[in-house]
């Protein structure tokens, strides 16, 4: 059996007063980096605040999620799953299959995400703009096909003219270039950043790459040189922020405490529709995606879909984002009679296993704590 339906996009509000006395299980597998964050700890908390049910919390540990059968994973009623670097993502979907929760984020889905042809495909057909783009796959085309010059790339009738950016198809490749042509030519080799760089321009390198399968997309310049990276939670919340963009000089911008330098910022109303449609789209209820504004302010493309990603700093983002979660497990979630509690006492089920997770409970002033449990 598939997972149940996740990223679904039906809120339900409640009187102010009430409060349920419903008893939810939200297991949390991600990568430990991402677990133990301050960003995701503050929406934890926000979580369990909620008086929407009675949440019980358990971030699964990442020796677990690594090294143990998933028969063997702490059972939950609804769960927050999402892939970073080293998680095991076939792994968490055997667990879906196998203890069918609720899935906030779609798991299965979060495959889509590592082509980066496929996510402009879903957002052309859910109506959202995206850079014109071509994709080149060159181990299965004819090289000869593909016709080359200082200027532009062509391919089947359709030309893509410099600057154009060169990304790898796989989404978890971060080496993307910008080719120019004249006057400058050469090429700007963006890269995941480091501490002060994100990005360094080589002027010899006027070639595309031939090992591989790329997208070739239109330069489109920023307003103001910034991009803009959205945080939707459901079809009715989004926090926006813009940064210093890395085609700029390679330089990332930081404060005094060491941190990336980003502002919030405004969506536009074409923007928000966009940010409303994206999570239904992809069935990943908390969703980032990165968008370009240009045109004076009145166009945009998206450029990238990343998932679950949260606000770094900004208690409101962390407030916002718990209660929705809140909102939408309490309206989401199956009746206690599938709740994890009665799943582990059937006799068609493991037992409930005894495996170490953390669980994690607001206190009144507002931190999360975490104890060990089995």
Sequence with gaps: MTEQESGGCELT???RNWRSTRQLTVGVCAMAKKTRAAPMLRILHFLA????????IEVFDERIVAEVPVEQWPLCDALIAFYSDGFPLDKAIAYVELRRPYCVNSVTDQRLLFNRKRVYDVLMEHGVPVPRHLLLDHQTIDASAVRETDDYVEYGGV???KPFVEK?????????YIYYGRPSYGC???FRKTKHCSSVFDGSARRIRRQGAFLYEEYIPSDELYDIKVYAVGPTFAYAERRKSPVVDGIVERNAAGKEV???IELTPAERQAASVIPCAFKQF???FDLIRFGSGDRFVVHDVNGFSFVKGSDEYARECGRILAEHLAAQV????TTASDAAARTDLPPRPLVSSTLFSASATGGASGSDSS
Excluded at 168 to 176: M, N, Q, R, W, Y
Aim: charged share 35%.
């Design 188 to 190: 700007r080799k963006l």
């Design 13 to 15: 509000s409640r009187p």
């Design 159 to 161: 030309r893509v003219g």
């Design 168 to 176: 790898p198809l796989d989404a978890e490749d971060h080496d993307v």
């Design 49 to 56: 605040r909620s008086s929407c049910a009675q949440f019980r």
């Design 286 to 288: 908390v969703c980032g």
């Design 262 to 264: 980003r502002c919030r």
């Design 334 to 337: 199956p009746p206690p009679a």
